[in-house]
């Protein structure tokens, strides 16, 4: 029979009370591996009242006491990287290599986590006037709530949950319910291993009724969303409304600009794992790719040779470099965008259309795609595909590869690949993107750097982890002292 997840609240796993269930499906398989409900704002509510409970007692816990738990927790984690990342491949379809990078990303965080005695130390000055001294101390605020997408199961819920509970707050997080699994197994180990008070941290399956319920519910202080651009701008004007503090990083389309100097044969095999990596579903894929003068020729001749390449598959299967798209709904999107790449007069020179896989007839296959000729007036050099597509564009110099990049309505990640350190230098300068990359086609910002877009690809001001992780979860309290 079809297990039917579970809620985990105030430390125990509950039923939801919503009456609607959906299909957790293999994306190479087709297979149904669970089912998850669309849990009710009442769930939500339950999950927010145990979280509150347990706010006291865990914000007087002293930090120290506090970092041993993620010193304990990295080290569960430590011993489950395999099984967490199969649970991973099994829902999201990504390669188990892709999976092990995923959940490993994850754990640094915990790891930069687990120093909170001194990140979340204040400051202070002697004599601000005769005898008066003053200091900032950093103070835990109650109830915060993390929403997250589904192209990184393990990963991105992390960015959030140890920095959360390591300053003295209280979590609960409502995970995709396209890839509930990952997160349903490492909220069983937290129960089982670590021993966290409960109601430290909590867990609501399900769609836009829990999202909306947190948004709205007046006990949660603050929200960090990471999904598309549309809902990540419809949680941050709700949260707005109801006076939360939040973070919401949005949907990208990613520029990548080679100029003709640029060392050829690193630079295509690392531009290719950015744009067909994960099944080109990440927020740092490249998309649009601007070959600059001469380089243009060989950049397309050498990406066509290693898309060709690329071994599409189930991502569980040794050998296979790319997986599935993460479901039916997810293929027709791209499917739809390359027709409408073919009817705007784009050259579709590799369709990776008709892909099939061997024993797996039931799988989400697109292959590797390339589009020539793409003009920036496109739709699909202005909308964020988030599949195994490249758009290729022609710039006659620097500057004019910069303009087109900087007309993308995005500015989550660019890079440029280059041997010219002035250009790297105007590139790095000028590119309206959060995170930039130099000769790097995935700029993703380690945990002890924060992390986050520009422009539509992010709403909010304090960007995720790094050291902004202690300054979105705690309140700076001035403290101004005389002794008479
Ligand atoms: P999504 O926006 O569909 O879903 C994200 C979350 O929002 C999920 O938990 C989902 O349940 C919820 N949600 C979906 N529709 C909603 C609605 N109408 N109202 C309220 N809540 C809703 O995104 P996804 O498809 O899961 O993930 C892919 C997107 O996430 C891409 O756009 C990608 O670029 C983006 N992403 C961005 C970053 C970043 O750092 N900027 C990182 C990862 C993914």
Known sequence: MTRTLENYIGGSWVRSSGTTLLDVKNPATGEVLAQVPLSTAGDVDQAVQAAKAAFPAWRATPPAVRARYLFKLREIFDGRRDEIAAICTSEHGKTLSESRNDFGRGVEN??????????????????????????????????????????????VPLWFLPYAIATGNTFVLKPSEQVPLTQRRIFELIHEHLGLPPGVVNLVNGGKDVVNGICTHRDVVGVSFVGSSAVAQHVYKTCGETGKRVQALGGAKNFILVTPDAERERSVANLSESIYGCSGQRCLAGSVVVGIGEAYDWV??????????????????PGVTMGPVVSAAAKDRILSYIEKGVQEGAKLILDGRGATVEGCPDGNWIGPCIFEDVRPEMVIAKEEIFGPVACLMRAQSLDEAIELANRSPYGNAASLYTSNGKHAREFSHRIEAGMVGVNIGVAAPMAFFPFGGQKASFFGDIKAHGPTAIDFYTERKIVITRWF
């Open 300 to 317: 397309r001749d050498s990406l066509l040779a290693a898309a060709k390449a690329v071994v599409l598959g189930d991502g569980s299967k």
């Open 110 to 155: 915990v790891e930069h986590a687990a120093g909170i005695p001194t990140l979340m130390m204040g400051q202070n000055l002697e004599d601000v006037s005769g005898g008066i001294d003053c200091q900032t101390v950093r103070q835990p605020m109650g109830v915060f709530a993390a929403i997250t997408p589904f192209n990184f199961p393990p990963m």
